[in-house]
């Protein structure tokens, strides 16, 4: 195999290195795709604009972050080897152990000769004469490569709070996705946390702990659910690794890839004493079950959401002492899972303890500016020692928008999906030939390794088709772009979550010009989308343009 990192090292700013692949990025998706390209026989330099490898559990070292997917349904599936050599120690992985779960990956299949870090891409131009792509880092270096792969994640493209005053705080200010890589000490320290999205819901409990005292500005209210985590004892990993092959068989059958499959009964045609008796059993269970394992309706019919939304409410209600503070923590813009719902160890308690205050930002205190010493809203200035941005991401097309992506006759990428992502099958963007996207819009998601894996492994096949047959560039049809534009909008529609602001719908107020609903995601089955794939590729790609 050809050193790729000596290659990348000779050349500096200005030299052109020349590869027969890049890759953005070095998370979950990223390492995989090398592994993949390699076996390809190709050249392959990945750019990591962080100084090593993890993505999402590199940059995010917030208190409380961990796995809301079970940690044995998380790892990599590609290697026996590696599944029978990597024991998880909770079923809900902390960050400190997948981050070093994904480091032992780096390690034993030697990845890190192939990664340049330090390296965030801000230009990729598609060369039309030359069949290749341009890609040039913010130091000034570039490189050159046939294909382009885009292994940038749908949440890494982080906001901060659009208020105004934001840089003028004296103390130390933090956002969950660019947190210290030393723990930080709230011991003694009056803390304001902006945000109650699922990084504040893990955050918050841990960070109550110690703090002297910690103010939460919620703007909008979020249902979560319980996470009910616990440690995975050594026989327990043993049973699992045994089980390997029918628990990833199981994932790949239901809806978004996780181990839940829906209950097929619809709620209303259940009585109502069966019902409470069956959510109570969901709401005790660890992970998704209350979301994905519920009654299949949930999700599209307003009455059976509004039977799930009361009882979730109810348990809010149980769990708050003070109900005034309960009834601010009841969403009541939006029902229960139709936005991505976080799992949470202690959340609603932490508003029980007396060194914690809740201040509504959208009716009784609305935030007017970040001063010097703290936030000021209508009400009064709140002083503060250290402030915390849970604000989010720009999510699934934020990350492409930072890059300068343009495919054929200069047309941008930010600009060809002002109004919607067009794709086919998520993987390849209309009008930009030979740049393939992990996890791209348009996609299916769910339990991101395994919607990753599969999208690597298609996206090898077509690789290794494309070496088959001398083809060196492969591009979308445009009538195939239109038809899972629709398929995607279609499915989308069919979901209550379709009429809710969220990230997920390209809504994000911290973000200019993120105010109109766009579908970002294929919502439809997972099963669905994978047996698509399956088919064009057994179909021999002939929805895919090549030459």
Known sequence: MPD??????????????????????????????????????????????????????????????????????????????????????????????????????ADKFDLRRDIGFRSTVVAAHWDEAANRWNVTLENGQRANSRFLFTAIGILSAYTLPAIPGRDSFTGPAYHPARWPHTPVDFTGNRVGLIGTGATAIQAIPEIAKQAKHLTVFQRRPNWAAPLHNSKISKEEMAAIKSRYEEIYAHCATTPSWFIHQADPRKTLDVPPEEREAFWEKLYGEPGFGIWMGNFRDILTSEDANAAISAFIAKKIRQRVKDPKVADKLIPKDHGFGTRRVPL??????????????????????????????????????????????????????????????????????????????????????????????????????????????????????????????????????????????????KAGEAL???KVDSWQNGVNRNVEGRTVRRVLGYNGNGAHFRRTTDEVAKGGYQEFAFR
Not at 16 to 26: E, K, P, T
Not at 408 to 431: Q, V
């Open 4 to 105: 790729t990192h000596a290659l990348a090292e000779r050349a500096s700013p200005g030299q052109l290195a020349i590869y027969d692949a890049i890759v953005i990025g070095a998370g979950i998706s990223g390492m995989y795709m090398l592994y993949r390209l390699r076996e390809l026989g190709m050249t392959v330099r990945v750019f990591e604009a962080g100084s090593d490898v993890g993505g999402t559990w590199y940059w995010n070292r917030y208190p409380g972050a961990r796995f809301d997917s079970e940690s044995w349904t998380y790892g990599y599936s590609f290697s026996k080897e590696l599944m029978a050599e990597w024991d998880w120690k909770e079923h809900f992985s902390p960050q400190p152990d997948t981050l070093e779960y994904l480091n032992y990956v």
């Open 344 to 489: 949470e160890s202690g959340y609603f308690e932490a508003y029980n303890r007396d060194n914690v205050t809740l201040v509504d930002t959208l009716v009784d205190e609305p935030i007017e500016c970040i001063t010097p010493r703290g936030i000021k809203t209508i009400r009064q200035e709140h002083e503060f020692d250290i402030l915390v941005y849970a604000t989010g991401f720009d999510g699934v097309t934020g990350a492409y928008d930072r890059i300068d992506i343009r495919g054929e006759n200069g047309l941008r990428l930010k600009d060809a999906w002002a109004e919607t992502p067009r794709t086919y099958l998520g993987m390849l963007a209309e009008g930009f030939p030979n740049m393939l996207m992990v996890l791209g819009p348009h996609t299916a998601r769910g339990n991101i390794p395994q919607a990753v894996s599969h999208s690597v492994e298609f996206q090898a096949g077509l690789l290794r088709f494309m070496q088959q047959h001398d083809h060196t560039r492969v591009a979308t049809r445009p009538e195939q772009v239109d038809e899972w534009t629709r398929i995607v909008i």
């Open 496 to 498: 209550l979550s379709f």
